[in-house]
């Protein structure tokens, strides 16, 4: 019986050890909604590694498709667009919008009230 445990123990720190993303923090957020109130262990460990994986995705998807001005390098502006051209990712492009400089949007802004006043 102590094999057993000592065993599944061994699993255990394995199965952490293949993961980088901690896991307080995938639990906290996790807790974080109201509808939960308990979470196993497996499913706070796949969550976080399925986590893990959906962000290496969106990396490599990124770096990938990056503009080649910088050799190795990811920026937001990457991650952006990325978010906005790509089916896949399409739903966070709330999370990550490209970029404007603050004189861009208020003349665009500006615009969209001269439209409002046509009608």
């Known amino acids: 019986m102590s094999q ?3 065993g599944k ?3 255990a720190s394995e199965a952490k050890k293949a993961i980088s993303l901690p896991i307080s923090r995938v639990r906290l957020i996790m807790k974080s909604s109201p509808d939960v109130s308990s979470i196993n262990q497996d499913a706070l460990f796949l969550t976080t590694k399925a986590t893990e994986l959906f962000v290496q995705h969106l990396a490599l998807t990124s770096f990938n498709n ?3 001005t910088e ?3 990811l920026n937001y502006s990457d991650l952006a667009k990325t978010a906005e051209e ?3 990712f ?3 492009t709330d999370i990550l919008p490209k970029k404007i400089l603050a004189q861009d949007y208020l003349k665009s ?3 969209m009230q ?3 006043s046509d009608f």
């Open 4 to 6: 057993t445990n000592s």
């Open 9 to 11: 123990h061994s699993q």
């Open 66 to 68: 990056r503009s080649q």
């Open 71 to 73: 050799a190795n390098t």
């Open 86 to 88: 790509s089916d896949t």
């Open 90 to 92: 399409h739903f966070l």
């Open 109 to 111: 802004l500006e615009q």
């Open 114 to 116: 001269d439209e409002d």
